[in-house]
């Protein structure tokens, strides 16, 4: 069965750097057609996708993040991490990673992680 | 940007009613286009992909419509179960865009 998992709640400082890990289990991240993304929603705010990388490392970024955003992924510890730097208050919000398969999109969704930002 | 515009932001209907939730896109999507349903503290739910094609376990009172720029969320016969806020969300081009969501209450 296929599983995405996030850390548990995150706490971070203004100015400081955020690194979230997904595990993913029940599927190989080097499988093809397999990419993997984060998005996230603020508080009573929409949803905004964020970043995703393809099994063949093909990296995908928002542009009004992408200057902060870096995704990569380690397939031997079915792992991927999201990092963005200079976090702000703006960027308190839950973090999900989820599961793109062969053309569909987003289709497995981890359970979120509360990021809070402040100081 | 493919920019994702829904229609209403909110709405209020009755067990048992239709419900009809409209998205346009900036541009043709073919149907590159998915609906997801949010639930408070859930994650976020598939429930069509692409454009028209329901996703497994969903229930069929949901359905998806349409293709290039102008997409349907329906709802045949509304449940309380059914109380979320709904999501477009186009797949067709990075970066992948969202609508701003359409929250359904019972009323």
């Known amino acids: 069965q296929i599983s995405l998992k996030e850390p548990g709640p995150t706490l971070v400082k203004p100015t400081q750097t955020l690194t979230l890990t997904c595990t993913v289990s029940?599927?190989?991240?080097?499988?093809?057609?397999?990419?993997v993304g984060w998005v996230r929603q603020p508080p009573g705010k929409a949803l905004e996708w964020l970043a995703h990388?393809?099994?063949?490392?093909?990296?995908r970024y928002s542009p009004s993040l992408e200057r902060r955003l870096t995704i990569t992924k380690d397939t031997s510890k079915d792992q991927v991490v999201l990092t963005m730097t200079n976090m702000e208050d703006v960027d308190t919000a839950t973090y999900y990673c989820?599961?793109?398969?062969?053309?569909?999109?987003?289709?497995?969704w981890g359970r979120g992680t509360p990021v809070t930002v402040s100081s | 940007d493919i920019q994702m515009t829904q229609s209403p932001s909110s709405l209020s209907a009755s067990v048992g009613d239709r419900v009809t939730i409209t998205c346009r896109a900036s541009q043709t999507l073919t149907t590159y286009l998915g609906w997801f349903q949010v639930k408070p503290g859930k994650a976020p739910k598939l429930l069509i992909f692409p454009a028209s094609s329901l996703r497994s376990g969903v229930p069929s009172r949901f359905s998806g419509s349409g293709s290039g720029t102008d997409f349907t969320l329906t709802i045949s016969s509304l449940q309380p179960e059914d109380v979320a806020t709904y999501y477009c969300q186009q797949s067709y081009i990075t970066p992948w865009t969202f609508g701003q969501g359409t929250r359904v209450e019972i009323k």
């Open positions: 990388i393809y099994w063949d490392d093909d990296e």
């Open positions: 989820a599961l793109a398969t062969g053309g569909i999109s987003l289709e497995v």
């Open positions: 029940g599927f190989s991240l080097s499988s093809a057609g397999m990419a």
